[in-house]
């Protein structure tokens, strides 16, 4: 069946660190992938989405390429900040007719001044 | 613009009892999905409602289901709880054309607590 592995967390680093938060996928045909943000007491934010194999999403300084020969969209950020310290998922929808996305189980970040 | 907004943003039931949580759709949004989000977990797909009906179903037994009312507002009724119900329960609204789903904008959860 269709499902995302994420790397597990807490991950912890310093102010203008570099990040890199893994997931994984398995779907059948093409699948669109989301990473989602929940900031501490707050719904859940789209943060970027990619629709198609070698599709970016960006946002926020946040990037996320669609690998599909890895089966892969891992999150990268050049230079973090305090602000981003949160819950990220990562998710897929299995094509445009779906009605359900489906979540990893998400990596917490905190970042230390 | 309002947002996805969810009522109550916290509640505790006893075991055995029925709950009625509500979501009111971002304006312009005519199709509202419920996730269910276990402490440390990801969010897991209840069901989706599509031009009132029911539009996918995810893993969940039959006491778990819902409406959707020709204002795109949405509720979901959980009878007979269980302690493992207890959960954050976010409603996510987008807008389709023809079911399926867009990019989905999700309120801000209710916490349901069972005793």
């Known amino acids: 069946g269709n499902s995302v592995t994420q790397m597990e967390g807490p991950v912890t680093l310093s102010e203008e660190a570099f990040l890199t938060i893994n997931c994984t996928y398995t779907a059948t045909g093409y699948p669109s992938l989301f990473w989602y943000v929940q900031y501490p007491g707050e719904g859940l934010q789209l943060l970027l989405k990619?629709?198609?194999?070698?599709d970016k999403g960006s946002n926020k300084g946040f990037e996320a390429t669609y690998r599909k020969e890895t089966t892969s969209f891992h999150l990268e950020k050049g230079s973090v900040q305090v602000s981003d310290s949160a819950v990220y998922f990562c998710a897929l929808r299995r094509d445009s007719s779906a009605s359900k996305i489906i979540f990893g189980s998400g990596t917490r970040l905190s970042i230390r001044p | 613009e309002t947002g996805v907004t969810q009522s109550p943003t916290h509640l505790i039931k006893t075991r055995g009892q029925q709950v009625t949580l509500r979501c009111s759709s971002q304006?312009?949004?005519?199709?509202v999905s419920w996730y269910q989000q276990a402490l440390g977990q990801g969010p897991q797909f209840i069901f989706q409602?599509?031009?009132?009906?029911?539009?996918g179903r995810g893993n969940f037994p039959p006491r778990f289901s819902g409406l959707q009312f020709p204002n795109y507002s949405s509720e979901l009724n959980v009878n007979a709880l269980e302690l493992d119900d207890s959960a954050l329960y976010l409603c996510?609204?987008?807008?389709?054309?023809?079911?399926?789903?867009?990019?989905?904008?999700f309120g801000p959860g209710t916490r349901l607590t069972v005793l």
């Open positions: 990619a629709t198609k194999a070698d």
């Open positions: 304006s312009g949004h005519n199709t």
């Open positions: 996510a609204s987008s807008f389709s054309a023809s079911g399926g789903t867009d990019t989905q904008y």
């Open positions: 409602y599509y031009r009132e009906e029911e539009n």
